[in-house]
């Protein structure tokens, strides 16, 4: 069964420090791997979507990483701002025979101080 | 306008009533889900659908029920509601694997 953690439940730094969130996942047979953010009382946004053959994705001061092997994703922000305050979440994708299933973890509470 | 809409966003209800909750999407993706998230246990599958007409069972589909009756709606309903049902409830979309969420229902059963 696969078990997606993300370590720390909660952070808080600075305003315009680079901060890394981590996610690992016990199951390496995964199809893809998305971050998302959630803002209290909203939905989630997609962030950026790693598939399995890739190392990265970057959309802007995020990027994203990805270690199959080692079970390992990494979401970077750089010069934090704000509005970067939300919960955010990873999520990974297995598929077998039509068959899917999405697993999040419980995510990372973040909060920027001005 | 909103890419997935769900109606209603907040709902209050009784243990054993009957309750509705509706998604819908302009995305024209074929692929809908429904999430429950509850604190400290993430987000969690309910059911899927892929198509029109079909319908997949997620992982904690006991005491639920939907209807993919057209390609836009995939409405979720709670048969006889009871209150460990009280949770935050996600639709969601997807193309080419990547997921995309409506704002959520929040459901109180008490």
């Known amino acids: 069964k696969q078990e997606v953690t993300q370590i720390p439940a909660a952070l808080s730094v600075p305003e315009g420090e680079n901060l890394v969130l981590n996610c690992s996942f016990t199951?390496?047979?995964?199809?893809?791997l998305q971050w998302f953010r959630q803002d209290p009382g909203k939905g989630l946004t997609s962030l950026l979507l790693?598939?399995?053959?890739?190392r990265e994705q970057t959309s802007g001061r995020l990027n994203a990483s990805l270690d199959k092997s080692s079970g390992r994703s990494t979401l970077y922000i750089a010069a934090s701002q704000p509005g970067d305050s939300a919960t955010y979440l990873c999520?990974?994708?297995?598929?077998?025979?039509?068959?899917?299933?999405?697993?999040f973890g419980t995510g990372t509470r973040l909060t920027i101080i001005p | 306008d909103a890419d997935v809409t769900q109606t209603p966003r907040n709902r209050i209800t009784k243990t054993g009533k009957r309750i509705m909750l509706e998604c819908s999407q302009t995305?024209?993706?074929?692929?809908m889900y429904w999430y429950r998230q509850d604190p400290g246990l993430g987000l969690r599958l309910i059911y899927y659908?892929?198509?029109?007409?079909?319908?997949n069972k997620g992982e904690i589909s006991d005491g639920y029920s939907v209807s993919r009756q057209a390609q836009a709606k995939f409405s979720l309903s709670l048969e006889s509601a009871i209150p460990n049902q009280t949770a935050l409830y996600f639709c969601?979309?997807?193309?080419?694997?990547?997921?995309?969420f409506g704002p959520g229902t929040r459901l109180t059963v008490l």
């Open positions: 995305k024209g993706h074929d692929r």
């Open positions: 999520a990974v994708l297995m598929t077998n025979f039509g068959n899917e299933k999405l697993t």
């Open positions: 969601a979309t997807s193309v080419y694997n990547e997921q995309f």
């Open positions: 790693i598939q399995s053959s890739q």
């Open positions: 659908s892929f198509d029109v007409k079909d319908i």
């Open positions: 199951d390496s047979a995964i199809y893809n």
